[in-house]
């Protein structure tokens, strides 16, 4: 299927930044004054950037998820400049968030960020509750795309020996065993549409269609939306669960 996927369009390429600009002016009333229309009980989210992005990028949204109740965890690594062993430094947070709040915890990436998010849940299924992935291209690394040579250009520049990918990074395009959806956008102008969407299933793996720009997704507002009804269906799931285990 890679084969016949091509390239975003370049007026899709070169208009990134100007939308991805208006969408986060479209979005800066709902991340001021939303509220959630249910009780939030909260749990933990690990939010992780795109590749370039830190944790600038994904401010707005934490915040907006801090304020309406969740426990939101940066990634904490700074700019994400597609160093892989920062897997294994995630895993271990991972690890100590579980242990802090004694609660499964979802987590949120993108772009690149979805790629680790999927990955650190495969390490880690009895930990994570669910994956939200924001325009990443797990299923067809390979194909066409605007970051490609950007990518392969750190690591060559940070590393002389010619290594090779992990294998898990081939193992990317198959279901991972926790819930998860794939927000994607036919506007993208960095990455294939088509590389960012999963095997569906009507209960574990769902792809949702947004109108958006790459840069843009993480203050989207229509992004936005679809990640609090997801993030408020799981955590009323959760209260539901605590009120039976009281009751009995």
Same mark, same amino acid.
């Given at each position: 299927? +890679? %084969? ?15 939308? &991805?600009?208006?969408? *986060? ?12 229309? !249910? !009780? ?12 370039? %992005?830190?944790?600038? $990028?994904?401010?707005?949204?934490? @915040? ?17 400049? %597609? ?15 579980? !242990? ?16 680790? &998010?999927?990955?650190? &849940? ?37 590393? !002389?020996?010619? *290594? ?16 998860? #959806? ?32 790459? #840069? ?5 507002? @229509?992004?936005? +939306? ?7 269906? =799981? =955590?009323?799931?959760?209260?539901? $669960? ?7």
């Amino acid at each position: 299927m +890679s %084969a016949e996927i091509k390239r975003p369009a370049l007026w899709l390429h070169l208009s990134e930044f100007f939308r &991805a600009v208006r969408e *986060r002016m479209r979005a800066g009333k709902f991340l001021r004054t939303h509220q959630s229309l !249910k !009780k939030i009980h909260g749990y933990p989210i690990l939010v992780i950037p795109g590749f370039m %992005a830190s944790q600038t $990028s994904t401010a707005p949204m934490r @915040e907006l998820l801090d304020r309406l109740g969740y426990h939101t965890i940066d990634w904490g690594l700074g700019r994400n400049y %597609a160093r892989l062993e920062e897997i294994d430094i995630l895993s271990d947070k991972i690890e100590r968030i579980h !242990k802090e709040y004694d609660q499964k915890l979802t987590i949120i990436g993108w772009s690149l960020g979805g790629i680790y &998010a999927r990955r650190l &849940a495969t390490l880690h299924p009895e930990k994570t509750r669910r994956v939200i992935t924001l325009g990443s291209p797990y299923r067809h690394l390979e194909a066409p795309n605007y970051a490609n040579w950007l990518y392969q250009l750190f690591q060559q520049t940070r590393s !002389k020996d010619k *290594r090779q990918e992990p294998k898990w990074v081939e193992e990317l395009k198959l279901p991972i065993s926790v819930p998860s #959806i794939a927000i994607y956008s036919k506007t993208d102008g960095i990455v294939p549409w088509q590389a960012c969407m999963d095997e569906e299933d009507p209960t574990d793996h769902k792809n949702i269609e947004v109108q958006g720009s790459h #840069i843009g997704l993480g203050m989207n507002q @229509e992004v936005l +939306s679809h990640v609090l009804v997801f993030l408020e269906a =799981d =955590d009323q799931v959760d209260a539901s $669960s605590a009120n039976t285990a009281l009751a009995q």
